[in-house]
């Protein structure tokens, strides 16, 4: 299970250093040799373990949507997503073109969300955060 918020930054490579906290966490027979990096539901860049990825990929025909909305999602999901290894540093290099798509660059926040990682600018994140503080306030 993948828990807490980081601050970290993307070094001039495109290098993201996954906390030490989640590479402990990490077991190679479960989750696999790298992460895939792909859009998530909330339209943030999610990193999933590989196996827990080609997991819920294979869940995707089983559902109960047409073959035609399969057919869009695949084609949205997939070339859009992207295996990001280890390196022996225990870093990840996001491609260019998914940092561009997700408007990160530079400090982000990696989010541990139980099975994934979430990562958001820290603007995006401090935004959300203020939401979260006033719909408490309100409620």
Do not use: C
Not at 86 to 101: K, N, T
């Amino acid at each position: 299970m993948f828990l807490g918020e980081y601050d970290h930054s993307l070094d001039a490579k495109q290098r993201l250093a996954i906390p030490s906290e989640i590479r402990d966490a990490w077991k190679k027979d479960r989750h696999g040799e790298a992460f895939i990096a792909a859009p998530g539901q909330n339209g943030a860049l999610w990193l999933w373990p590989e196996k827990k990825f080609e997991e819920q990929a294979d869940r995707i025909e089983s559902g109960l949507v047409t073959q035609e909305e399969v057919v869009r999602f695949n084609r949205d999901l997939f070339p859009r997503s992207a295996r990001i290894p280890f390196d022996s540093a225990g870093r990840v290099r996001i491609p260019d073109r998914l940092l561009s798509d997700f408007g990160l660059s530079g400090q982000v926040v990696i989010l541990g969300v139980r099975d994934h990682l979430e990562l958001a600018s820290t603007s995006e994140r401090e935004v959300e955060r203020q939401k979260t503080l006033a719909n408490k306030r309100t409620a």
